[in-house]
């Protein structure tokens, strides 16, 4: 199955239940379902150290190769609050939304380290994950070796902490 076959959902759940959504949807014969997750970089002593953490807590991404009546068949499932989107769409992914859970998609649900270039004043980020996103580096901690991103996703404004490799040079 191509990745543009894909119909893409994502549910609000309680953050505690997410692991138990996301199994709960695969058993159930829906190709692929996940809490995304990312790398943070953390200073435990005196050493950079990889972490990784929840990208959207409480967030299950749901890959199905047919389209679901959402309603129906994750009525049962005991932790999920609400599906992102709207009605009429079928509570579907769209646009920017559903490119950015297709690269989720395509790293399986994880997010790495990114590259960031750096020049003066001016920084950006060069990482195939984030194109498409209106992403911006709000903060960058040089001795942890993280930025703090800030990006939209489903109307919200979001943002996390993440490893990166920092470049120097001409932007």
């Known amino acids: 199955?191509?990745?543009?076959?894909?119909?893409?959902?994502?549910?609000?759940c309680q953050t505690e239940r997410t692991e138990y959504v996301a199994g709960e949807i695969e058993r159930r014969?829906?190709?692929r379902a996940f809490s995304p997750t990312i790398v943070k970089?953390?200073?435990?002593?005196?050493?950079?150290?990889?972490?990784?953490?929840?990208?959207?807590?409480?967030?299950v991404f749901v890959y199905s190769e047919t389209e679901l009546n959402t309603s129906a068949e994750f009525k049962e499932i005991r932790g999920i609050i609400r599906r992102l989107g709207n009605v009429e769409d079928n509570f579907?992914?769209?646009?920017?939304?559903?490119?950015?859970?297709?690269?989720?998609?395509?790293k399986d649900g994880m997010v790495g380290q990114v590259t960031v270039f750096k020049e003066g004043d001016n920084v950006r980020i060069d990482d195939p994950m984030w194109k498409g996103i209106k992403a911006t580096i709000t903060r960058i901690d040089y001795k942890k070796?993280?930025?703090?991103?800030?990006?939209?996703?489903?109307?919200?404004?979001?943002s996390t902490w993440v490893a990166i490799s920092l470049i120097e040079g001409k932007v």
């Open 29 to 31: 014969g829906v190709h």
């Open 92 to 106: 579907l992914l769209k646009g920017a939304d559903l490119d950015f859970a297709m690269r989720l998609y395509q």
């Open 41 to 59: 970089r953390q200073r435990v002593k005196g050493e950079n150290k990889d972490v990784t953490y929840r990208l959207f807590p409480g967030y």
């Open 1 to 12: 199955m191509t990745v543009q076959n894909m119909f893409v959902y994502c549910l609000f």
């Open 145 to 158: 070796e993280r930025a703090r991103v800030e990006f939209n996703f489903a109307g919200t404004k979001c």
